[in-house]
């Protein structure tokens, strides 16, 4: 009996772990280049109690499963709606690619955000994102921004152009891709680090920049809505099946002979 008990409660937590990724995703639905996330499950372990009144043999066993575990937390890396800001340190990356960062810690830290900033530091401007993390070149080196330019384009290849009036200044943004974009490791703030699994970064060829654009979340929210009320529901199935056994421990404890 108490394994009811156990059972119902994996399902109340697990439910629970799922409704709070529903939440985050909706929270951000407004954040750029936020990308969805689903909380996907699996069968816990399971023990084979053999049925006395039938042989010991495989068809015998009384497979007995003990609730629900969480698989993993998989990302939709689907690219977000385009939104014209017309402000020209916006970007935008169509197709598979990110931009590489180092993050306060000195880390390599990899995102879709392209909402950039000119930082100023004691020995210079520099280009970060909106945390003030450094954005990289393609050789891995921080963006030194010129003192005083006139203009700057980006054009669909990364390639960053400061006019300083008769001679121009130009880098390249650091594009980069993965083996396998979903085994990259979520670090907040829409970052995005380097794991075993998502392999080595290599560079985003396809990718197409877009000055003066943002990349919007790709979190759908009729879809969010209705897995709500699907955990909702599946929530107070497993609290009944609670209530259920608890209801008949108690019966168990009070029966006389």
Not at 15 to 29: F, G, K, W
Not at 33 to 55: H, N, Q
């Amino acid at each position: 009996m108490y394994e009811a008990v156990y059972i119902a409660a994996t399902g109340l937590t697990n439910q629970q772990r799922r409704l709070d990724t529903i939440a985050n995703n909706v929270a951000n639905i407004n954040s750029a280049a936020y990308k969805s996330a689903r909380l996907d499950f699996k069968d816990a372990l399971y023990t084979a109690g053999i049925v006395p009144a039938l042989p010991r043999t495989p068809e015998g066993n009384q497979q007995k499963g003990h609730g629900v575990m969480v698989a993993g937390i998989t990302k939709d890396f689907s690219t977000g709606s385009m939104q014209k800001t017309e402000r020209k340190l916006d970007v935008a990356i169509e197709g598979e690619g990110f931009l590489e960062l180092e993050d306060s810690n000195g880390n390599l830290v990899y995102s879709r955000n392209g909402s950039l900033n000119i930082g100023n530091e004691f020995d210079g401007f520099y280009l970060v994102n909106g945390d003030g993390c450094y954005i990289h070149d393609v050789n891995g080196e921080r963006i030194r921004v010129p003192d005083f330019f006139e203009d700057m384009t980006i054009d669909e290849r990364g390639v960053v152009t400061f006019s300083l009036g008769e001679d121009d200044y130009s880098v390249a943004l650091g594009l980069y891709t993965f083996r396998n974009i979903t085994g990259l490791s979520s670090v907040g703030d829409g970052n995005y680090s380097e794991t075993v699994a998502s392999g080595e970064k290599m560079t985003a060829e396809s990718a197409v920049i877009r000055q003066g654009t943002l990349e919007i979340s790709n979190v759908n929210l009729a879809e969010e809505m209705t897995r709500m009320i699907r955990t909702q529901r599946t929530f107070s199935l497993a609290s009944r099946a609670l209530t259920t056994a608890d209801e008949m421990e108690g019966i168990a404890n009070n029966m006389r002979r």
